[in-house]
């Protein structure tokens, strides 16, 4: 292996701490264990990058794993070392349940095929764990020849057992002081070499999709779904990487095992794990009909009630599945949600409480190259790490820094809030360390994206209080407001051929002595109330006047414009867009008016056209003094169509022979001609 720069810092940075990613895949393929359990021998033996001592190292864990681990068809023989000997050393999953019959513990060892080891109740209590799905250990299993001649009697017996996890407890320091000796660049690429990906092969929205991966696990009851093509390692890091984390392959999935037994008051995986992640969530079901009621209050709140008592618990939940078809086609057919079981997929109650849809089709699918050969954080050292830092909060570097725009709700602040707070955990493990306004501003903008995901699969399934998806931010007091849209919906954003959704325009200001003109999209959603409200903060005050004026034509002429629809019963948020460095959205009335009949009608603007004039109150409409620039612009922004005052028609005999034939250039008389020409028929 050749060292590169990022090994030999990391080396420097994580001396003990650090283990070549390539052995332990080595291993991993020889040996029935998760990835976690050899990097726990590799870390003890080969955490260092003299080969000499590494070699060394390998031959020990190789001895340990070929000695330790029981393979198909050995399980007798293992039995009789242990008979022979009085005790035999394994490493196996170790789970227990209580048997009522004997008043005793039992444990199970899988790999033996063992179900009736004696155990004490001290180590129950010790490990808790083992009574909820269990856990990889080192284990002693003694056997004792008296009892096995006793009617019934149970001759195995656990003597001793250590979990396979880090004792060390101050490792925050650790990792806070090596990461100090990294740039955020390297430190994102070693994180996920520490995962076993290698950073070279990936685009920025591939790591940004794996880091959002960790997530869960550094921040408490982080609701996340991944849906995305098969064979993008989906599940690798909650059953491989961490012995915080559980996996429920897809199947029933029992409240009493979730959540908390009421036979024993034995608390579930929820109150056990970290992370507790569905695979294959599409196959998964509850045992009981109130299961994913239970579960949606428990997403809400941290909290679920079982009997008298409600129990608070800390558990991310995490569900991932496949889609059987691409996400444009998904989109076509239904929403991005519809591979969720059929209790979940459509009910926006539980959508709510998702506090990021991650685009697994961002990550490529899994093949050699992607994993690291490389030095990477030992993964019990890395999920201790994970472990102790859902004790922080970095929402407080939000505030006074970043202002969320109108359009979220309390839910979706609370989850931006949350997906921020574990990405700059990840980047920055010292609470004590600034934050750049670049690391702040890629935590907000990934945040937003994947809570909007969430959202506009709510508007897809029609619900009306979900309309507004338009998820802005604004850096610093005097920042620009930006807006955050998701990639997949990145289509809607050109000036296409497609019609607009009702309520949204294309238009074109003229600009004005301080500004060049600048292109813009309107987007206005219609409820129950009365008024138009501006959800920009804050609201340029040209925008604002050309709103007022387009308002009050709305108001005065609603029967030419909108027939028997009394707009005064209605109200409407209008949210500006800017797409150039204009920023005033100046004189753009009649395209606002357009807007807001449109949304009122509930009919979509024709696709590629861009509107541009503005209407006084007394509904006269203004000339446009620049409409030769306005028109090479349109053709620039893609537009297929322009529709102008007719006034401007003595300017554009200016327009060069090639612009004019790059554009359907149509005149209108008033604000009722524009309408009637800017509808689709």
Known sequence: MNLDDLDRKAASAFDGFIVRKDLVRTFSRQFPVPTYVVEFLLGR?????????????????????QSRTVKAGEEELFKARARETGSVKIIDII???????????????????????????????????????????EITLGYDAAIA??????????DALRAIQLSKRDVLTSLAEGRKQLTTAEWRDFLLRSVGFEPDGLNDRAKDALLLRMVPFVERNYNLVELGPRGTGKSHLFQQVSPYA????????????????????????????DVVCFDEVSGVSFDQKDGVNIMKGYMESGEFSRGKESIRADGSIVLVGNF???????????????????????????????????????????????????????????????????NQSRVSTMQGRVFLGGALSGRDINAVNKTVSGLLKL????????????????????????????????????AAEFRNTHFSYTLGAE???????????????????????????WTLSPGGADEHPGLFRLEVTEGPGSGVRVLNKPVPPAFQESVRCAEQNLYTRAAQLVGDRDPRSHEFSVQLRGFDAAKSGAKTGVACLIALSSALLRKSVRGGLIVVGEVTIGGTIEPVHNAVTIAEMAVEKGAKSLLMPVSCRRQLFDLSDDM??????????????????????
């Not at 033996?45 to 794993?65: F, H, N, P, S």
């Not at 199947?251 to 579930?268: H, I, P, Y």
């Not at 078809?325 to 989109?331: A, C, R, S």
């Open 660 to 681: 004019a034939t790059k554009l359907d250039i149509e005149f209108y008389q008033d604000a009722r001609d524009a309408l009637l020409k800017a509808l689709v028929d």
């Open 246 to 273: 559980h996996l429920i392959s897809g199947g029933k999935a029992t409240v009493a095992r979730m959540f908390v037994n009421n036979s024993n008051g034995q608390r579930g995986l929820v109150c056990q794990y």
């Open 149 to 158: 001649q006793e009617k019934g009697g149970r001759p195995f017996g656990i």
């Open 95 to 137: 789970t227990a349940r209580l048997d009522a019959k004997s008043d005793s513990y039992v444990a199970s060892l899988p790999s033996l095929r063992l179900n009736d080891v004696r155990i004490s109740p001290e180590l129950i209590k010790e490990h808790e764990r083992m009574l909820t799905g269990g856990f990889y250990a």
């Open 45 to 65: 033996y080969c955490a260092t990058t003299d080969e000499a001592e590494i070699q060394e190292g390998l031959e020990i864990v190789q001895r340990q794993l």
């Open 427 to 462: 980047l920055h493990p010292d609470a004590e360390e600034a934050v750049s306004d670049e690391d702040l501003e890629w935590a907000v903008r990934l945040a937003l994206e994947v809570r909007r995901r969430v959202k506009e699969q709510q508007k897809r399934i029609g």
């Open 324 to 390: 059987d078809v691409d996400v444009e086609h998904q989109q076509r057919i239904g929403h991005l949600l519809g591979p969720l079981p059929p209790e979940m997929r459509d009910d926006t109650a539980f959508m709510d409480r998702i506090h990021g849809f991650l685009p697994g089709w961002d990550v490529p699918k899994m093949n050699p190259a992607l994993f690291t050969q490389h030095f990477g954080l030992v993964s019990d050292f890395l999920s201790e790490c994970f472990t102790q830092l859902r």
């Open 479 to 505: 920042g620009v407001e930006k807006f955050v849209t998701t990639p997949e919906l990145r289509s809607q954003e050109g000036i296409g051929d497609e019609p607009l959704e009702s309520g949204q325009i």
